[in-house]
Nanobody, 121 residues
Framework: QVQLVESGGGFVQPGGSLRLSCAAS????????KGWFRQAPGKEREFVAR??????????YYGDAAKGRFTMSTDNAENTVYLQMNNLKPEDTGVYYC????????????WGQGTQVTVSS
């Protein structure tokens, strides 16, 4: 059974930082593709970042809103995926989800429960 537990969300002022964690069990994070997504109130879920294996190795990709401000990383020893978010803006407010996808499959099959991020002055 795969379980993902996110933490690290909270309330932060504009310009602040948060680091989200996603502790995984049932899958080894170094052996799967990983992603972060978010959903703001009244909006559709949005891609934030992903780490995907290709023939050239693992690459990390970011959505337009995350480029230059967010960094996705993995601690294989802790089997945990992180999302470091800097220079946060009010439009970053939402529920953030981590997800895992088995390599060779087309969709993320495993999702965490989400962690709330609120950016406001």
């Amino acid at each position: 059974q795969v379980q993902l537990v996110e933490s690290g969300g909270g309330f932060v002022q504009p310009g602040g930082s948060l680091r989200l964690s996603c502790a995984a069990s049932g899958r080894t994070v170094s052996e799967v593709d990983k992603g972060w997504f978010r959903q703001a109130p009244g909006k559709e879920r949005e891609f934030v970042a992903r780490a995907t294996w290709t023939w050239a190795g693992e690459g990390t990709y970011y959505g337009d809103a995350a480029k230059g401000r967010f960094t996705m990383s993995t601690d294989n020893a802790e089997n945990t995926v992180y999302l470091q978010m800097n220079n946060l803006k009010p439009e970053d407010t939402g529920v953030y989800y981590c997800a895992l996808k088995d390599r060779g499959t087309s969709s993320y099959a495993y999702w965490g429960q989400g962690t709330q991020v609120t950016v406001s002055s």
